[in-house]
């Protein structure tokens, strides 16, 4: 039953027109057994909060018209879903995410435009520091979430990403799997890739495969 909207966050220097997003829009209308939609809203990056209040707005639009939402991200966006997801006892997606982005940020200082969308913002102590806020030191294993990651990821830290999602049940399309019964924590690794995330295609029946078992 098609009964489940899905809202994806998209990554730092990006937007709601993002491929990724784009690309999860176009299989949902073309064949999707269990979701109905999925909403890819842009957000300020201009600071922390304003991006945070305007995914928030945007998931309480969700919530209003499903009991069944999930969340996705990327990058950043993929942040942005454990917190909300941990937040809100959402079920979360998260697809070479940035749940370490402090080392990322810190590289980065400074003055920027997105070139997504031409939002100019700085980068700086203060900066960080309100990202800091937006993350959970404790992960509520109950509520189900789903890893996505590729090992040769540039951008990301992907060990800290491994570490913080140990207790998953953890499949990989080349190696044996294991499983914790206490957790609702799933990853799927793949060799190789890159911070694009190149095994959409597959990683589709895995998300579809998640998002069914709710």
């Known amino acids: 039953m098609q009964d489940c909207i899905g809202v994806y966050l998209h990554g730092f220097l990006s937007s709601g027109n993002s491929e990724k997003g784009q690309w999860l829009k176009s299989k949902v209308k073309q064949n999707s057994s269990c979701f109905k939609d999925v909403y890819t809203p842009t957000y300020p990056i201009a600071s922390p909060q304003a991006s945070v209040e305007e995914i928030n707005r945007c998931i309480q639009h969700a919530l209003s018209l499903s009991s069944k939402v ?3 991200g990327s990058s950043m966006g993929g942040y942005y879903a454990q917190y909300f ?29 997105n070139p997504a969308t031409e939002e100019a913002f700085c980068i700086d102590a203060a900066y ?13 294993q109950n509520i189900p979430a789903l890893l996505l990651l590729d090992t040769d990821d540039e951008v990301i830290d992907v060990e800290f990403a491994l570490q913080r999602y140990a207790q998953s049940y953890v499949k990989s399309h080349e190696c044996k799997a294991g499983i914790d019964q206490n957790s609702k924590f799933e990853s799927i690794i793949f ?19 998640f998002a069914e078992r709710l």
């Open 128 to 140: 960080i520091e309100a990202i800091q806020s937006f993350n959970f030191s404790d992960l509520q």
């Open 191 to 209: 060799t190789g890739g890159d911070h694009r995330f190149i095994h959409m295609d597959t990683a589709w029946l895995d998300i579809q495969a």
């Open 70 to 72: 999930i969340l996705l």
């Open 85 to 113: 997801g941990q937040k809100y006892a959402i079920p979360y997606i998260m697809i070479n995410p940035a749940l370490n982005p402090t080392p990322i940020f810190t590289q980065n200082l400074g003055s920027h435009i």
